[in-house]
């Protein structure tokens, strides 16, 4: 036997040796996890449906625990920049981060970004679905997305949309309606729904992609109005029709929320964290407090949750290529 084949077999008697030790330190630490207080890592600025959702569980998940669940928010990027923290995280289980429908947009259009959304992120569990509402202010004379859809083409280029930023859900969300209703239409970047909001209330923007529950004050108030609801059937929470069966079969949009963690958490602690979520996500409190903006509660398995993310990529990067979109 040559030398190398000597210490090839050598080497590989010391990894089936180390692995039942390692496969044995990783259960003891996930035995006492958590020990100290775990870090939730959003993406976004404090006030967004991210943010709700994730300091809703992480006020019961520091009761289950009697450890604290610090959110912290590390807005910026388009959301990438807490995520990719996240990714390159300590991988103890001690920081997890809220992946949302935008990050797989952004991976479905090739964006260069300093993580990988599949490879260096372990997914937990789907946390909710919720979708959007197409909105409009009073001033444009439509009131349902076929008058939407013939203002558009009666008006080649002159109806703008608002969204949070290039690549987004909220601009896959206007690009999946141009494209599905062979219309044109301008898109305009914010910085966060809020700024796309005060644009339409003061006529700058005329058509925008956004949660119920951000829009819903200004509706009630009469100052903006909803047409048509993303999701592919209609939901028992507003009267509204869907886009799918306004003129446009097919479509549907639904942001989601869902919990993630480095790529390289052992995987004794990954279950644990899940089975402490899914548990919290069927607490009465937080079905209530959720499903009130909208939100379905999903809690997912950690297999089931990538196979969607990886689902998500491919219907966007289908659109990309069908659209002939160029985001970078």
Request: hydrophobic share 40%; aromatic share 8%; proline share 6%.
């Amino acid at each position: 036997m040559c030398k190398s084949m000597i210490a090839l077999a050598a080497a590989c008697c010391a990894v089936a040796l180390l692995a039942p030790s390692l496969r044995a330190a990783q259960n003891e630490a996930a035995s006492s996890y958590p020990s100290r207080p775990v870090r939730f890592i959003v993406p976004y600025a404090p006030g967004a449906g991210t943010d709700t959702t994730a300091r809703t569980l992480a006020a019961k998940l520091s009761e289950r625990w009697a450890q604290q669940v610090v959110v912290d928010n590390r807005a910026g990027g388009g959301g990438h920049i807490g995520i990719e923290y996240t990714a390159k995280a300590n991988p103890d289980g001690y920081t997890i981060g809220m992946l949302t429908a935008s990050h797989a947009t952004a991976a479905a259009s090739m964006q260069k970004m300093g993580y990988d959304i599949v490879k260096d992120l372990q997914p937990i569990t789907q946390a909710i679905s919720v979708f959007y509402v197409v909105y409009v202010p009073p001033s444009l004379p439509v009131k349902s997305i076929k008058e939407l859809i013939a203002y558009a083409k009666a008006n080649p280029g002159k109806l703008n949309y608002g969204t949070s930023g290039t690549g987004s859900l909220q601009h896959f969300g206007g690009e999946l309606l141009s494209h599905m209703a062979g219309i044109r239409m301008v898109h305009v970047v914010y910085k966060g729904s809020a700024p796309i909001i005060t644009a339409m209330l003061a006529n700058e923007v005329h058509l925008g992609f956004n949660s119920m529950f951000s829009v819903r004050p200004q509706v009630h108030a009469g100052r903006l109005r909803w047409i048509a609801m993303t999701a592919s059937r209609r939901s028992p929470s507003v009267d509204l029709p869907t886009v799918a069966e306004s003129g446009l079969p097919g479509y549907e949009v639904n942001q989601w929320y869902g919990v993630s963690t480095s790529a390289r958490v052992p995987a004794p602690i990954v279950e644990k964290l899940h089975a402490a979520i899914t548990d919290v996500l069927q607490a009465p409190d937080v079905v209530q407090r959720l499903s009130a903006d909208g939100s379905d509660i999903v809690g997912s398995t950690p297999a089931r949750f990538g196979e969607y993310v990886g689902s998500e990529i491919e219907k966007w990067r289908k659109l990309v290529k069908a659209a002939n979109l160029s985001l970078n």
